[in-house]
């Protein structure tokens, strides 16, 4: 399974961005999605994942109500999309796929918010 993230850019405080995770190779076994990110110094961290169907997801409290995650499964492709952006959330967002037990990545996109 390859993943390639995209959306990533410069927004200022307030703005909103939406980041896209096309998945290619053995995407029909893909079970699990999700949104992760790494700001500089800090340790990856959930942002938000999805279940196959789209019917669960789950969000970290700091981002509850802003962001949204959701999946096209026809289109082989997951989104975020973040409003209400704060400078804390500046990070590099990775996509993460889960195929059983075996946890694909994606190279990542950088998002920055200026204050």
């Known amino acids: 399974v390859q993943l390639v993230e995209s959306g990533g850019g410069l927004v200022q405080a307030g703005g909103s961005l939406r980041l896209s995770c096309a998945a290619s190779?053995?995407?029909?076994?893909?079970?699990?999605m999700g949104w992760y990110r790494q700001a500089p110094g800090k340790q990856r961290e959930l942002v938000a994942r999805?279940?196959?169907?789209?019917?669960?997801?789950n969000y970290a409290d700091s981002v509850k109500g802003r962001f949204t995650i959701s999946r096209d499964n026809a289109k082989n492709t997951m989104y975020l999309q973040m409003n209400s952006l704060k400078p804390e959330d500046t990070a590099v967002y990775y996509c993460?796929?889960?195929?059983?037990?075996?946890?694909?990545w994606g190279q990542g996109t950088q998002v920055t918010v200026s204050s």
């Open positions: 993460n796929a889960w195929l059983g037990i075996t946890g694909y």
């Open positions: 190779g053995s995407t029909f076994s893909i079970n699990v």
């Open positions: 999805i279940t196959r169907g789209g019917g669960r997801t």
